[in-house]
């Protein structure tokens, strides 16, 4: 684990918590996860330019078929758990089951072993996150379990894709690619949208999942996921102080134990 990687999940995990705070402020409306992906799709293939055609496409192209499927129903399944929980519910308990999946799913499919501080990090991590979310049982648990197996499955698919090609054309593809999926279930939800929101969002998710990928490309998925769920823990600090959601004994346990497991997962 270098240096370089930690470096880009930090920064990662900053846009990825504001992000999903503004959609989480839009209510998780469906046409404004459609626009936010779509818009970074766009933004990505602007910014990709000449890179797009040093691309293998013949090699890339089912790990993009799978990974825009699964980003479809990871996007429209958040907005959906975001509707039915706050977000410091909806978004921890999605990320710690989805790492918990990711890590066991890397081990026994790419064979990435772990020494044990990482194991030990990363079930702190899980714990913690889960805690966070686990105060509230009235909210609907489905769309947030979806989530939390779409986390699994296209950190799986897209971590392993990084060893076949520059970052950049491949999310740009990936975001495109599930807008258009989208649009048909966004035309259908005939709801305003907070266009210059969704926007500024789509660019923050641009380079929050750019910045995971190039991580990916210096070091195995599980540790580097569980220190990316530092986000949960910010993004539970800025849904009590900023968007006055409630705060218990729980939730402060849970980011200290998220705080500490994304350490320790990285730890050399």
Do not use: C
């Not at 209510?27 to 970074?40: E, I, N, P, Q, V």
């Not at 714990?127 to 499955?153: D, E, R, Y």
């Not at 807008?179 to 939800?189: E, F, N, S, V, Y």
């Amino acid at each position: 684990m270098t240096d370089i990687a930690v470096a880009l999940v930090l920064g990662s995990v900053l846009l990825h918590v504001a992000w999903n705070a503004a959609a989480r402020q839009a209510s998780g409306d469906l046409r404004f996860m459609w626009l936010m992906t779509l818009s970074a799709g766009i933004f990505g293939l602007l910014m990709a330019n000449r890179a797009l055609f040093t691309v293998n496409w013949s090699v890339v192209w089912p790990y993009l078929a799978a990974t825009s499927s699964i980003h479809t129903i990871y996007f429209v399944s958040l907005g959906r758990s975001y509707r039915h929980g706050e977000l410091s519910w909806a978004y921890a308990t999605a990320r710690g089951l989805g790492l918990l999946l990711t890590a066991v799913s890397a081990y026994i499919v790419w064979h990435q072993s772990l020494n044990a501080t990482a194991w030990i990090g990363i079930l702190i991590v899980a714990t913690g996150v889960i805690l966070l979310g686990w105060q509230q049982p009235g909210k609907k648990l489905s769309p947030v379990a979806t989530v939390a197996l779409m986390i699994a499955a296209y950190s799986l698919v897209d971590s392993h894709a990084m060893s076949l090609v520059n970052p950049l054309p491949y999310v740009a593809v990936l975001f495109l690619g599930a807008g258009i999926m989208m649009t048909p279930l966004a035309i259908k939800a005939n709801a305003p949208v907070k266009y210059r929101a969704a926007t500024i969002s789509g660019m923050g998710s641009l380079a929050s999942y750019t910045l995971m990928l190039l991580a990916y490309r210096l070091g195995p998925v599980a540790p580097l996921l569980a220190l990316r769920q530092w986000a949960p823990g910010l993004a539970a600090i800025w849904g009590i102080f900023r968007l006055r959601e409630r705060g218990s004994w729980k939730t402060w346990i849970g980011i200290v134990m998220t705080l500490t497991g994304g350490i320790l997962a990285v730890w050399r």
